[in-house]
């Protein structure tokens, strides 16, 4: 039997406190080799490196990123830097001369072990006639880029693919805005009302697993997918059964819809049409974000306040409700874009506009939609960006965006804001099998680990774990440990590194 007589917790912090919020520009686009306008592009935060490495594929954290525009040949690159703004180098620059131009979205890295050595790959969509799917590195080409897939543009394929892909063990999944056979007549030339496929890491099986814009169905998507198991998650700016907008065709007039559909493409179901008039919103945007059973996003208009809302709604559909209306001004945000990211309780995001410069906003609500506060209003001048359009993401009680314009050379800008101190806090508890858990608060981009001790002695201190790296947005960690029978007591303190 274990007998535990008390158990008390000891926290040591190796960590510099933060003393105030503030917003950081990390790099500024000067349309240079750099690259310019980073348009509605996510950072994507990883330990994985770029390129051919070790066994393991793993080293310091990195930001990834890319322009639209800019870098040797003006036609968009994929950068790298460190989260504090050093070490800026751009990996790949487009060009129309040998690859697909105009990168979108961001990047996806994939780490694959090749014998000795692992490849990390950066995989995305561009520009083009209709688009395509690229691959970067390639196996033995340093930064030469291949397309996975070339989009035909006609009924049966996508044109103008647009997101963040996501990714599974060995597939990508994405959407197009235009493409397929549910055309609408606009003036101009049938273009089609975009598809949701899949295409394997590869190049191999692609497929179309959904033709939007059939009657009643969402349409042209521009923004990317979320996956939670075998199911993926999105939404469409326009369409749904609920709009009637005379002389514009239903399948392109703005309402929006929330849809869910298996990675086989089997599945295909609405969750939320929103209504035309726009009292739940207008036009949900970019991607979603899942915590638990729910999906919280943006759209991007409508509401009470008319400059869009933020919304949660239960991944079976139920529990619809608007977190959030944007009404602009200089205490508001108006237009939200990109999506959200969650920490804990704490939903962030940005807007394109609104705020005390109108230039756009970072702003941060609960959860369950109280405490709306604007954390950032983009100015434009003595540096600072403007209109940030990609989602934002956290790393180490940090958020990092960008911004479209503004900076230094006004071509867009990478930034960072650093959210107030939270205490470093932990738990200890006994659970049901006579295991000790200990619990604690944790940041993403922080290494932790868990010591025991019997007497207090500096030299009694022994790990309990080995240092891990916190890669994940979920706001605690935990480890349980099982004391040895006869155990009388035992200390226990969470040692964490930046």
Not at 60 to 80: A, D, F, K, L, V
Not at 289 to 298: A, F, K, M
Not at 366 to 379: Q, R
Request: charged residues 10%; contains cysteine; aromatic residues 10%.
């Amino acid at each position: 039997m274990k007998a535990h007589c008390y158990i008390s917790t000891l926290l040591i912090l190796f960590s510099t406190p933060v003393a105030h919020s503030q917003i950081d520009i990390l790099h500024s686009f000067s349309a240079g080799s750099d690259g310019a306008y980073p348009g509605a592009s996510s950072l994507t935060i990883s330990s994985l490196q770029y390129g051919s490495t070790g066994a393991g594929g793993t080293g310091p954290i990195t930001i990834y990123g890319i322009t639209g525009g800019g870098g040797s040949s003006g036609q968009g690159t994929i950068y790298s830097m460190k989260p504090d703004g050093s070490n800026y180098s751009v990996l790949h620059a487009f060009s129309t001369l040998t690859t697909p131009a105009g990168p979108k979205g961001g990047v996806s890295l994939i780490a694959t072990p090749f014998f000795s050595t692992t490849i990390v790959r950066a995989y995305g969509v561009a520009g083009g006639t209709f688009g395509s799917v690229y691959v970067t590195p390639t196996l033995f080409g340093g930064g030469v880029q291949n397309t996975l897939h070339t989009f035909a543009g006609a009924t049966s394929d996508g044109s103008e693919p647009t997101g963040l892909l996501a990714k599974s063990e060995s597939a990508l999944f994405g959407m197009t805005t235009a493409g397929g056979p549910n055309n609408s007549l606009l003036g101009g030339p049938l273009l089609g009302l975009g598809t949701i496929y899949k295409v394997n890491t590869d190049g191999s099986g692609y497929a179309v697993l959904h033709y939007f814009g059939a009657s009643g169905d969402g349409s042209m998507p521009n923004g990317g997918l979320i996956l939670s198991g075998s199911t993926l998650y999105g939404v469409t700016p326009h369409g749904g059964p609920n709009v009637s907008q005379t002389g514009i065709p239903i399948s392109i007039s703005s309402a929006g819809t929330i849809f869910k559909i298996n990675t086989d493409g089997t599945s295909y179901s609405l969750l939320k049409s929103f209504s035309s008039d726009g009292t739940d919103g207008l036009k949900p945007t970019g991607s979603l974000v899942l915590s638990g059973q729910t999906l919280y996003g943006i759209t991007e208009d409508g509401g009470s306040g008319g400059g869009g809302t933020v919304f949660k709604i239960n991944s079976d559909g139920s529990g619809f409700t608007t977190l959030h209306a944007f009404a602009g001004g200089p205490q508001d945000g108006d237009y939200p874009v990109g999506g959200l990211v969650i920490q804990g309780e704490v939903l962030y995001g940005v807007t394109v506009s609104g705020g005390r410069y109108g230039l756009g906003t970072v702003f941060r609500l609960n959860a369950d939609g109280s405490d709306f506060s604007l954390l950032h209003s983009f100015s434009g001048i003595n540096g600072d960006g403007a209109q940030p359009q990609g989602a934002l993401t956290l790393l180490n009680g940090k958020l990092f965006g960008t911004t479209n314009i503004g900076g230094t050379f006004g071509y867009g800008s990478v930034f960072s804001y650093t959210l107030p101190n939270k205490p470093f806090e932990a738990t200890v508890s006994q659970t049901i099998d006579s295991g000790i858990k200990i619990e604690w608060n944790a940041q993403r981009g922080c290494w932790y680990r868990v010591q025991y001790s019997g007497s207090l002695l500096p030299e009694d201190w022994h790990d309990l774990t080995k240092e891990m790296l916190h890669d994940s947005l979920e706001a605690r960690m935990n480890h349980t440990d099982y004391p040895p029978p006869g155990t009388m007591r035992r200390f226990y303190r969470v040692i964490r590194r930046q």
